[in-house]
């Protein structure tokens, strides 16, 4: 038991005082915020393109009057939405509606802004002229007080509204997108003006939003179906997908870190002072240490994060997860699964020496591992699919799929089953794995299908 523990500190520490390591640990939450906060900096940052609009001719009037409708509907409908969500929000978190009103602000905030046609421009003569004067405009030609990002000309023909737009940058489609919308709505109310039918009904038929109020019997209240309801569901996907990666992280260290002292001969040197056996798991024990870290670094972070932002939540989130024992389905999940995975990718990590001859496995193993994951999503709707049952039943799905599905209550003989095959499966692939192990620490056989079957045929003599 000694020469586990001090394997298992060996393996936890070799990784704990990297540098890297703490990079990655963090970069999962720093990750987690950019990819929240950047579109939002990133639609903040985009600029409010300055837009001339030209009418060709008797023909097209009323078509610039059309393009600057839209855009004030566009803005206005924005900041609608932006306000339901905003309610929305502040009635499941708890938040105030005042903390949202940034986001209304920049929601109806407008990406196009119609300014005055420059004296000269509107002056110019259709042709080679007009057009050198527009680039001019376009370009550092002009002063950037007078710049414009874009310049619409717009025209009818027989076949309906068409536009010319120039734009300052060739691969902003911005302004060439909304003018072409606008434009298909002018010509549709003046289709519908032709047949007799008023426009503005049309609008309003289109724009009606039906309240919908959904209830079912296992609400928390017997009614109404509130956020509260559906959080269960929302724990149990990210609980999956959270598993799926401290799988992935700690598999992978596992294998790279076997492969690493394999072709440094170190593991023939540890083989001298501990058995195959005592090896194995003290590396698993030493990797599930690292894992269990970021998983506690990684929940504290997102149990702060919860308290300061959403207190209201999460209480909800504790009681979930204490109701009924789940966060113990949860931990019983996690250590099966990881113990299946871990102990394979250490025994393929036995028989390589180089990252290429690691790919002839690693590749059908990552495959069956992104079939869990695509039912996970699948399952958060309808967690009762005879599919997903199925699935569930698999050993090397059910940590995944066990976790997304026990928040809405599966019958308990799935729950004790699915979790007794697991384990299992997973006292078995620890055996296997060890007799693979012990032969590919001890040989220099590339890996292969047969090499490995070889192994676990014969470890053992």
């Known amino acids: 038991m000694n020469r586990i523990l ?52 008797p023909q097209a009037a009323g078509l610039a009057q059309a393009v600057q409708g839209r855009l004030a509907d566009e803005a206005e409908r924005s900041a609608q939405r932006a306000r339901e969500a905003a309610q929305q929000a502040a009635e499941a978190t708890g938040m105030p509606p005042e903390a949202t009103q940034n986001a209304v602000a920049q929601a109806a905030r407008q990406r196009m802004q119609i300014v005055d046609t420059p004296a000269d421009l509107a002056q110019a003569t259709p042709g080679e002229a007009r057009d050198a004067l527009v680039r001019r405009y376009l370009t550092d030609e002009t002063p950037e007080d007078q710049r414009l990002d874009a310049v619409v000309f717009l025209d009818r ?61 296992r609400a928390s209240d017997g009614g109404e179906v509130s956020f509260k309801d559906r959080l269960p569901g929302i724990i149990g996907l990210a609980f999956a997908f959270i598993l799926w990666s401290l799988i992935i992280t700690g598999a992978s260290i596992l294998l790279n870190s076997v492969m690493e002292e394999k072709s440094n001969k170190i593991l023939e040197v540890l083989l001298s002072s501990a058995s195959a056996t005592e090896i194995l798991t003290g590396k698993v024990l030493g990797v599930a240490m690292l894992t269990l870290s970021v998983l506690l670094v990684w929940g504290g972070i997102g149990a702060i994060g919860l308290v300061s932002a959403v207190p209201e939540q999460a209480v ?68 009762d699919a005879p599919l997903v049952r199925f699935a569930s039943w698999v050993p090397f799905f059910t940590p995944f799929l066990m976790a997304a599905r026990a928040p809405s209550g599966p019958p308990l003989i799935e729950v004790i089953g699915t979790m007794a095959g697991m384990f299992a499966v997973a006292l078995l692939m620890v055996w296997l794995a060890g007799r693979a192990f012990r032969a590919g620490a001890l040989s220099d056989v590339k890996l292969s299908w047969k090499s490995f079957g070889q192994a676990i045929a014969g470890g053992g003599r």
Not at 33 to 52: K, T, Y
Not at 182 to 209: C, K
Request: charged share 15%; glycine share 6%; proline share 6%.
């Open 6 to 57: 001090l394997i298992a500190r060996r393996e936890f520490m070799a990784y704990a005082r990297t540098v890297g390591f703490w990079l990655s640990l963090l970069a999962f939450p720093l990750f987690a915020v950019l990819g929240g906060a950047i579109p939002i900096l990133m639609d903040s940052a985009d600029e409010v393109r300055a837009v001339v609009l030209i009418e060709e001719g």
């Open 157 to 217: 023909a027989a076949e309906g509204p068409s536009a010319r737009v120039w734009a300052a940058r060739a691969t902003d489609d911005t302004v060439e997108d909304f003018v072409r919308a606008a434009l298909r709505d002018a010509n549709r109310d003046q289709v519908l003006t032709q047949a007799g039918i008023d426009p503005a009904v049309v609008e309003a038929t289109d724009a009606f939003r039906p309240e919908v109020t959904l209830f079912s019997p």
């Open 316 to 383: 909800n989130i504790w009681e979930i997860l204490t109701a009924n024992g789940l966060i113990f389905y949860f931990l019983g999940y996690i250590v099966g699964g990881y113990l299946m995975y871990a102990v394979l990718f250490a025994a393929i990590g036995a028989f390589c020496e180089t990252p290429r001859d690691a790919q002839t496995l690693m590749g059908p193993i990552m495959m069956v591992l992104v079939i869990p994951i695509l039912l996970v999503q699948f399952a958060l709707v309808n967690p």
